[in-house]
């Protein structure tokens, strides 16, 4: 079995629920090197050290390409290709240094960094002390309105000491001050692009347009080409780059929503990765000459009320839907048993997840007790939104079959991923389908963005859910430098979240790629942003 599994676990997975091949690959029928749809006989496998053209076929385009304020998933695996921050994460997980070459803590409100010299941004500018205070000062810009700007608040002043050395100063003691650098909203662009998105943004338009329409320019190993809206977008190879340099020429992010369709072009050669698979594609694949790699996620997929509209501002209402849903039902017959079911909002290997706290439960007759309870024996009509994730839009229909249990009447809604992220921060849904990754792994990241009152609408908590409790709770485990005490808080923070029940906690999903085996080093993180700063073509 061609499959490729990040942890334990997924191994046992595999070698339990072992999937019969189904299809063999005819030797006959010769794959299109390196993505060419040409036909000539003549054509020639790209060798290791020829770079080659990758073809990434992915469900859902770019949303926003301005990583300050860009939000999505997509966006940020474009990103991760082309920026970078002072530090970063590794393959196993570890915080290692990428732009800064070393940190040192001073005191609890001071934070140190030597960068790394001889760096410049694609267009030729030089990377330095300044650029960083001129990025970090403009993620924190309330004029700019950077939606994620809470994962430095806690910063009081950049300080150039000298042009590779740089301290940042912090209201209190923040724990998680690194972790949150390793975001993809922390990389550094170029300050003369900042500038120019400024003068725009002083002639009216908005913040990032600029930045959006030509791409960021960073300093990363790839550099932006281009940009299709809906159809793809393309990197090239910066040949400048400071560090280990990329192998490929290009990597093109193609847009093709239909799951079969991307399939068909790995199999045709014509896509050299794919992600999503869906789970029931896995066998087909894995009965080519392709492989399926499979990587644990740090996300968590949910169901969320909008709790400023009735009757999903009672907690009886939320507690009882929450208790319809069929957590294993959802994830072997969706995932095909991929995954791991969610106790609450935070994922095993996030910092703050704690084993002891117990969830809702599937319970029929205790719902409709608590409907009852709330005055909706009769049940309701109400919408469930979704994007056009596939698996999403499975949720959604069995999501409306439980409802039926309980007299309630749920009308899908299939809304385009734009405009989907735009009406939800709008608060215009009554419940939607959605995820959230941590590439942090720290709890504060999640928990802040999904629950606290600051964070509501675009920035993440979707649902308005606000609680002066669990806002105060958050903020004294985000100061708190001793790690036993901020386990305990963020273990009353969960108990807190069950018993709230702002949203129904579905699953901790894996990522699943289909990989060509016309190439060698592709991998995706616990984030699902792709790296393809290591892969080649090997045929």
């Not at 309870?373 to 229909?397: L, S, V």
Request: charged fraction near 25%; hydrophobic fraction near 40%.
């Amino acid at each position: 079995m061609k499959r490729k599994f990040k942890n334990s676990l997924l191994v046992l997975f595999a070698s339990v629920f072992a999937l019969v091949l189904v299809a063999c690959s005819d030797d006959s029928t010769e794959k299109p090197a390196n993505g060419d749809k040409s036909t000539d006989d003549s054509t020639t496998a790209v060798g290791a050290a020829d770079g080659g053209d990758l073809v990434f076929a992915t469900l859902s385009d770019a949303a926003n390409l301005d990583p300050h304020t860009s939000t999505d998933v997509p966006s940020a695996s474009v990103l991760a290709n082309l920026t970078e921050g002072l530090v970063k994460k590794d393959k196993d997980g570890e915080l290692v240094g990428s732009l800064a070459k070393s940190w040192t803590a001073v005191d609890d409100v001071t934070w140190e960094f030597v960068l790394n010299e001889g760096i410049k941004f694609h267009d030729g500018t030089d990377f330095n002390a300044a650029a960083v205070k001129k990025n970090f000062d403009r993620i924190l810009d309330p004029v700019v309105a950077t939606p994620r700007a809470f994962l430095l608040e806690s910063v009081k002043e950049v300080e150039v000491v000298s042009d590779y050395v740089l301290r940042l100063h912090t209201h209190y003691p923040f724990a998680p001050l690194l972790n949150h650098l390793s975001h993809p909203v922390a990389v550094i662009i170029s300050p003369a692009q900042i500038d120019a998105d400024y003068e725009k943004l002083k002639a009216g338009e908005v913040a990032g347009q600029l930045i959006n329409e030509e791409g960021p320019i960073g300093t990363g190993f790839m550099k932006f080409v281009s940009w299709t809206p809906g159809t793809e977008v393309k990197l090239e190879n910066n040949r400048d780059y400071w560090s280990q340099k990329a192998i490929l020429d290009t990597v093109t992010f193609k847009v093709i929503p239909e799951s079969a369709t991307r399939a068909a072009e790995l199999e045709a050669g014509y896509a050299h990765v794919i992600e999503p698979v869906q789970p029931n594609e896995i066998s087909l694949i894995e009965g080519t000459t392709n492989t399926i790699d499979i990587t644990p996620g740090s996300s968590l997929s949910y169901i969320g009320f909008n709790m400023n509209k009735k009757p999903f501002d009672d907690v009886r209402v939320r507690q009882a839907i929450s208790m319809l849903v069929d957590q294993k039902s959802i994830i072997d017959g969706i995932y095909e048993g991929i995954g791991d079911p969610a106790k609450g909002p935070l994922a095993p290997s996030v910092f703050g997840y704690d084993d002891t706290i117990t969830p809702l439960t599937y319970d029929v007759e205790k719902a409709k007790a608590l409907l009852a309870e709330a005055g909706f024996e009769e049940g309701f009509t109400t919408t469930i939104w979704t994007n056009d994730n596939p698996q999403r839009q499975n949720i959604a229909i069995m999501l409306q079959e439980a409802l039926k249990q309980v007299n309630i009447t749920a009308n899908i809604e299939v809304v385009e991923w734009g405009a989907y992220l735009a009406k939800t921060a709008a608060g215009e849904h009554d419940m939607y389908i959605l995820g959230l990754s941590n590439p942090v792994g720290d709890a504060d990241y999640f928990l802040t963005q999904l629950f606290h009152s600051k964070s509501h609408g675009e920035a993440g908590n979707r649902m308005f859910y606000t609680s002066a409790t669990t806002d105060k709770l958050l903020d004294e485990a985000r100061e708190e430098i001793d790690t036993t005490k901020r386990l305990a808080l963020y273990k009353q923070i969960q108990e807190i979240l069950i018993e709230d029940a702002p949203m129904i906690y579905i699953h901790h999903q894996a990522y699943i790629s289909g990989v060509s085996d016309q190439i060698e080093g592709y991998w995706i993180n616990d984030s699902g942003h792709h790296k393809f700063q290591d892969v080649k073509f090997v045929k």
